[in-house]
C-alpha cells in the first residue's frame, strides 16, 4: 500500500522536493514583489501584464527544445547550470533594486532571462522524477511535487508582503536569489546509480520531430498533451481571471482576490495528497474523469457564486479538482513516455499548456469584457464539459490503468531506476 507521502522516504527524492519547495517559496516572493514594484513605478497595468508574461511565455516557447535537451544532456548537469542561471538574474533583480535604480523595462528584461532558464531546465527536472523513486511510488511523487510547488503558491506571497515591509523589493529578490541554492545543494547531494549511454545524435529539429512522433504514436500520450491542450483553452484561464472576478463580480478588490488565490492553493495542497489513496482505490482512469467533471462543476459554481465566502469554497474545490488532472496528465506521461524520449515529451507537453493557457486567457479576458466574466467562467466550464460527454472519456485509453508503453522502436529501456541520461 503506498501512501500520499511515501517518497519522502526516498533520500534522493526528499532532497530535491525540499529544495524545491525552498525555491518556490522564493519564486512566489519574487513574483509578487516584482509586479508590485513595476505597478507601483509605471502606474499602468499594462507593464504589469508585460512582465508577467515575460516570466511565463518561455514555459511555452522553450520546453520543446529544453526536453531536446534533457534527452541529450546529463540531466542533473543540465538542471545545476539552468538553476544557476535563474539564481544569477535574481540576483541581478535585487542588486539593481538595493541601488535605486530598477526600471520596468530592466525588472522585465531580467525576469524574461529568468523565465528562459527555467524554460529550458524545468524539463530535466521533471524527466528526472522516475529516477528519484521506484516506478510503483511514481503518481505520488508527481502528486507531492504538486502539492510542494501549491504549498509555494500559499506561503511566498505572504512572505513577499513581510519582505518588502521589512526591507523593500531587494529583499524578496535576494531572498528568491538564495532560495536558489538549496535546489543546488541538493542536486550536489544526490547519490546517483551509474549514467546509461547517450541516445544518438541528430540535429535539433530532427530530435523535436522525434519527440512529436513519438508522442502521436503513444496512445496515452497523444491523449494526456490533447487534454491538457484543451483543458489550457477552456478551463485555466480561471486562473488569469481571478482579479477580475474579485472586482466586477464580487466587489471585492485586492483583499477578494487574494483570498481567491490562497483559497486555490490550499485546495491544490489537499487534492495533490488526497490523489494517491483516490487513485489506488479506484484507478487513475476514474480519478482522472472525476477530476475533470470536478472541474466544470466548481467553476460553475464559483462562476455563480453570490459572495465571497461561496466564491472562496468553490475555489478551495477547483484548486483541488485542476490539480489532479494536471497532475494526472502529467503522470502518464512519465509512465509512458520511453525514458530516451522522455524529456521530449515532457517539452512538448509543457508547450501545450505554456502557449494554449495564455491564448486562452487573452481570448476570454477580451469575451468577458462583453458578456462579463461570470458568463465567461461558465462558459469555459461547459466547454470543457462537452468534450468530455464527447471525446474525451469515449477516447481514453485503458492502457492508462495498464502496464506503461514500450521503448520506442531502435531503442531500449534502462533498468527501472536507472542512472542519469
Known amino acids: 500500500m503506498i501512501s500520499s507521502l511515501q517518497p519522502l522516504r526516498h533520500r534522493n527524492f526528499a532532497l530535491v522536493w525540499s529544495a524545491a519547495l525552498v525555491s518556490n517559496v522564493g519564486s512566489w516572493m519574487q513574483t509578487v514583489a516584482v509586479g508590485v514594484l513595476v505597478t507601483a513605478r509605471t502606474g499602468h497595468p499594462a507593464w504589469t501584464a508585460l512582465v508577467a508574461a515575460a516570466g511565463f ?16 544532456l546529463d540531466r542533473r548537469r543540465l ?32 525576469v524574461l532571462g529568468g523565465g528562459c532558464m527555467s524554460a529550458l531546465g ?33 506561503v511566498g506571497p505572504a512572505l513577499a508582503g513581510v519582505a518588502i515591509a521589512a526591507g523593500g523589493y531587494e529583499w524578496a529578490f535576494g531572498v528568491n536569489a ?12 544526490l547519490r546517483l546509480p551509474a549514467r546509461t549511454a547517450r541516445p544518438p545524435g541528430g540535429s535539433v529539429r530532427a530530435r523535436l520531430a522525434a519527440g512529436a512522433r513519438a508522442t502521436a504514436a503513444d496512445p496515452s500520450c497523444r491523449w494526456a498533451v490533447g487534454l491538457i491542450a484543451g483543458v489550457a483553452l477552456t478551463a485555466s484561464p480561471f486562473i488569469a481571471l481571478v482579479p477580475a472576478v474579485a472586482l466586477e463580480a464580487l466587489h471585492g478588490g485586492a483583499p477578494a482576490t487574494s483570498v481567491l488565490i490562497t483559497a486555490q492553493g490550499v485546495g491544490a495542497v489537499a487534492g495533490a ?12 482512469r476514474r480519478v482522472l474523469l472525476a477530476d475533470l467533471v470536478g472541474v466544470c462543476a466548481a467553476l460553475v459554481l464559483y462562476g455563480f457564486a453570490p459572495d465571497l465566502p461561496v466564491a472562496t469554497g468553490a475555489m478551495v474545490l477547483v484548486g483541488a479538482s485542476y490539480i489532479g488532472v494536471l497532475a494526472g496528465c502529467n503522470t502518464i506521461i512519465q509512465l509512458h513516455a520511453p525514458p530516451e ?7 512538448i507537453y509543457m508547450m ?37 460527454a464527447g471525446v474525451v472519456a469515449r477516447r481514453l485509453p485503458a492502457a492508462v490503468d495498464g502496464p506503461p508503453a514500450l521503448a520506442a522502436p531502435g531503442h531500449t529501456r534502462s533498468a527501472p531506476g536507472g542512472g542519469w541520461r
Do not use: C, H, K
Open 352 to 388: 501545450a499548456l505554456g502557449v494554449l493557457y495564455p491564448v486562452g486567457a487573452l481570448a476570454q479576458g477580451a469575451i468577458a469584457d462583453g458578456v462579463g466574466v461570470r458568463a465567461v467562467t461558465v462558459g469555459g466550464a461547459a466547454l470543457l464539459a462537452a468534450g468530455i
Open 57 to 72: 511565455l518561455p514555459a511555452g516557447l522553450l520546453s520543446p527544445l529544453g526536453g531536446v535537451l534533457a534527452d541529450r
Open 341 to 347: 524520449l522522455r524529456g521530449r515529451i515532457l517539452g
Open 273 to 284: 495528497l488526497a490523489l494517491t489513496p483516490l487513485t489506488r482505490r479506484w484507478g487513475r
Open 178 to 189: 538564495a532560495s536558489f541554492g538549496a535546489v543546488i545543494v541538493a542536486l550536489l547531494l
Open 79 to 110: 538542471f545545476l547550470a539552468t538553476t544557476a542561471g535563474e539564481t544569477a538574474f535574481a540576483g541581478g533583480l535585487a542588486a539593481l533594486a538595493a541601488a535605486g535604480g530598477l526600471s520596468a523595462g530592466e525588472a522585465t528584461l531580467l
Open 122 to 154: 524545468f524539463p530535466a527536472y521533471q524527466a528526472i522524477m522516475p529516477d528519484l523513486v521506484p516506478r510503483p511510488e511514481l503518481g505520488a511523487a508527481i502528486s507531492l511535487s504538486s502539492a510542494q510547488f501549491n504549498l509555494g503558491r500559499v
